[in-house]
Structure formats: structure tokens, C-alpha cells
């Protein structure tokens, strides 16, 4: 089982990127899938997730401007960030996790699985 971002790079603020996460080997018909980002000398945190029955929910800090998707025929993970701004330089992961289900603060309930990553960085 193995997940593998792509798509991050460089932009100026105001500008967008999309995100995609490749998952292969993934062995469960249900899932919850997440975006989370770090930038050195902060913590891990949480952008948005999906679960496989439809629902997503976002950080307030990307509601609005961040949308999560995923596209089951391709088993990939999407993230389209549009309006980005300097303070969401961060490493990109996306995470996996097999309840199919969102707690109440809108995370996954855990995380079974996590990318390497792919760096996302904002000019002003």
C-alpha cells in the first residue's frame, strides 16, 4: 500500500495549484482520506478530508478557497488550493485511514498511511 503526492511547486500569492495523491495497493472499499501540511518549526496540521461516502470538511484557515475531491476510478486524492497566500508554505501529505467516517471536528479518526509529500511554496 503505498500513497504518492504530486503536483506541488512554486506561485506567486493569488495564484492556485492542485494537488494529486496516487494510492495503490489500498486493500478496503471504504476510507478517509486527508490533506495535512508542516513548515519547519511548526506543527503538523490539518488541512481538510473525504470519506468515502461523500462528506468533506475543511481547516477554517483553506474553507473557501481549498477544495478536496477524489476520483475512485483512478484512486487518486485531489486538493485544488486557488487564492494561496504566503502562510500556506508548507510540505503537502496526504493520509489514509480505513473508517469511513469524519469525527466531529472533521478529521479522519486516525491515520493508517502517510505520502512523502510534495513541497507547496507561496511568493508574496
Known amino acids: 500500500v503505498q500513497l504518492m503526492e504530486s503536483g506541488g511547486g512554486s506561485v506567486q500569492a493569488g495564484g492556485s495549484l492542485r494537488l494529486s495523491c496516487a494510492a495503490s495497493?489500498?486493500?478496503?472499499?471504504?476510507?478517509?482520506m486527508s490533506w495535512v501540511r508542516q513548515s519547519p518549526g511548526n506543527e503538523r496540521e490539518w488541512v481538510a478530508s473525504?470519506?468515502?461516502?461523500?462528506?468533506?470538511s475543511y481547516a477554517d484557515s483553506v474553507k473557501g478557497r481549498f477544495a478536496i475531491s477524489i476520483d475512485n476510478a483512478e484512486n487518486k486524492l485531489y486538493l485544488q488550493m486557488n487564492s494561496l497566500k504566503p502562510e500556506d508554505t508548507a510540505m503537502y501529505y496526504c493520509?489514509?485511514?480505513?473508517?469511513?467516517?469524519?469525527?466531529?471536528?472533521?478529521?479522519?479518526?486516525?491515520?493508517?498511511?502517510r505520502g512523502q509529500g510534495t513541497q507547496v511554496t507561496v511568493s508574496s
Open positions: 493520509e489514509a485511514e480505513r473508517t469511513a467516517t469524519l469525527r466531529s471536528d472533521g478529521h479522519c479518526w486516525g491515520t493508517s498511511l
Open positions: 473525504i470519506e468515502s461516502y461523500g462528506s468533506s
Open positions: 495497493g489500498w486493500p478496503y472499499n471504504t476510507y478517509c
